[in-house]
């Protein structure tokens, strides 16, 4: 609540009093109240000799306001904190039961569905596996990470044969370019890179038997 208070009063703040939304390139006149330039320029468009502020009617002297880049800039933080206030009540109300207005706190396994307590309660799920959703959060994610971990040694396996493989390469290129490297030499340097196999390969005579 104190929140939504704090951002009432900052959105009061940073509105123009006469056309009630957000100040758009803003002023300060005489008495000291604000105004967007353009509403306050139309609001004395046919004035001459006295400008009275349309907020609090303090006559002013003479037609003249003052640019305030700082309020400017309150208001584009009244702004960002409009679009997340609502955008957390979205959230919020996507985290409430439509059918009791409560919080969805469980999750039944069985049914792989949210549910607020009353509803955990219901005949629907009298005889599932409900937990608490912290509970249910962790044990998926544990599953998760179990079912990752094999593939996860895969891949860094996979790419350590790589990066052996790779280094076998530039060393055989190294050793062709040699002019003191023989033919049978180079033969038999191929024969035993190629003989390399990345994880999980069949042995192609086995292959073909």
Not at 22 to 51: A, E, Q, R
Not at 81 to 91: A, D, G, T
Request: glycine share 2%.
């Amino acid at each position: 609540m104190e929140f939504v208070t704090a951002l009432a009063d900052l959105r009061a703040e940073a509105s123009c009093p006469i056309c009630l939304d957000y100040l758009k390139d803003p002023v300060t006149i005489s008495c000291g109240h604000n105004f967007c330039l353009s509403c306050i320029i139309m609001s004395w468009k046919d004035l001459h000799d006295s400008f009275p502020c349309p907020f609090c009617h303090f006559c002013c002297p003479e037609r003249k306001f003052i640019s305030n880049p700082q309020l400017g800039s309150l208001t584009e933080i009244a702004k960002q904190l409009q679009i997340r206030s609502k955008k957390r009540k979205r959230q919020e109300e996507k985290h409430v039961c439509k059918k009791h207005n409560q919080v969805l706190t469980f999750f039944c396994q069985k049914d792989l569905e949210l549910l607020c307590p009353r509803c955990s309660l219901s005949t629907d799920h009298q005889h599932h596996c409900v937990w608490p959703i912290k509970k249910a959060a962790s044990y998926h994610r544990k599953k998760l990470e179990e079912y990752n971990a094999p593939w996860k040694e895969r891949v860094e396996l996979i790419e350590k044969v790589i990066t052996m493989q790779t280094r076998k390469s530039l060393e055989l290129k190294k050793k062709m370019e040699s002019p003191s490297v023989t033919r049978l030499e180079c033969s038999c340097t191929i024969s035993a890179h190629f003989n390399l196999r990345l994880p999980g390969s069949s042995d192609s005579s086995a292959s073909g038997s």
